[in-house]
């Protein structure tokens, strides 16, 4: 097995938002806003190299949107995620395929595009299949109104409607991993129903694709939950759990909105579980 990170891009969010409850004080310790209280983010995707299997685990929010839709949410610097794949030495017809944590726009936009003479999108990975859970797709197809602006169906309707779509085996017991697609899946249900969080074992290191169970590196303490989380006091408990787990465990964090932090390690502290040290992919892999 080998791991590629895919930089799909960048852009901001409001501080507020993404932290909840937690005053500004506190945040911006680790998350520095700018004049209008927005901060950096990454979509920051994962490619597994894995025999006759290319998986990619996420896409971003990809390029098809309005200039509108992109205004609110401040696009910087140059990845992109095309030009990433390329860079890590492959084609997007070479996916095998691509698996969705979660089906918010920032997390499967870009596994579809709309083609030159087209009105309408189609899956960018010609040759792959597209994983989510039937709970999450059911959630995602038919969104509540606090999620209905993140679930957009020109992102779904194109997996559906290709035949590319396929469903993992989930778990209903609880906090529990599933092993399908040649790695691990963490079910969490406080950011949205039924997230999936991977787990690789890769050069005899452990490391989990935190999504959005810990964004940033600043999201580390429990009580720092985003403002979109549709059951906070879920990520809480969810976190604690894992948290634990993966203290005991050593395993290393990957941070796919945090454009500063690629991968983390924790440590206990007597204030709880905090950042240990913060590293590069390659300087952790070489």
Not at 172 to 182: A, I, N, P, Q, T
Not at 261 to 277: P, Q
Request: aromatic share 12%.
């Amino acid at each position: 097995m080998t791991l590629h990170p895919i930089e799909a891009g960048n852009f901001k969010l409001d501080g507020g938002a993404m932290f909840g409850v937690v005053p500004k004080s506190l945040w911006q310790k680790t998350n520095t806003p700018d004049s209008n209280n927005m901060i950096d983010m990454a979509s920051r995707c994962l490619l597994i190299e894995n025999g006759n299997r290319l998986t990619l685990v996420d896409t971003g929010m990809g390029t098809k949107q309005s200039e509108k839709f992109f205004g609110h949410y401040y696009r910087w610097g140059d990845f992109n995620l095309i030009s990433s794949i390329n860079k890590a030495g492959f084609s997007c017809d070479e996916i095998t395929d691509v698996v969705f944590t979660h089906l918010h726009f920032d997390h499967c936009g870009g596994g579809s595009v709309v083609e030159k003479g087209n009105s309408f999108p189609s899956p960018l990975f010609k040759n792959a299949i597209y994983w989510s859970n039937k709970d999450h797709w059911a959630w995602a197809t038919n969104p509540n109104p606090r999620e209905k602006a993140s679930f957009l169906e020109e992102n779904l309707h194109p997996i559906k409607s290709s035949g590319a779509l396929s469903f993992v085996t989930q778990h209903d017991k609880g906090f529990e991993y599933k092993k399908e697609l040649g790695f691990d899946l963490l079910f969490v249900n406080g950011h949205t129903e039924k997230q999936m969080i991977p787990k690789f074992v890769y050069n005899e290191k452990t490391l989990v694709f935190a999504a959005d169970l810990i964004p940033t590196a600043g999201h580390v303490p429990v009580p720092y939950v985003m403002g979109y989380d549709i059951r906070p006091l879920d990520s809480m408990t969810e976190k604690e759990l894992f948290l634990k787990e993966a203290v005991e465990n050593n395993y290393f964090l990957f941070l796919e909105h945090d454009a500063h932090n690629e991968v983390v390690s924790l440590k206990k502290t007597e204030k709880g579980i905090r950042v240990d040290r913060s590293f590069s992919f390659n300087e952790l892999f070489k």
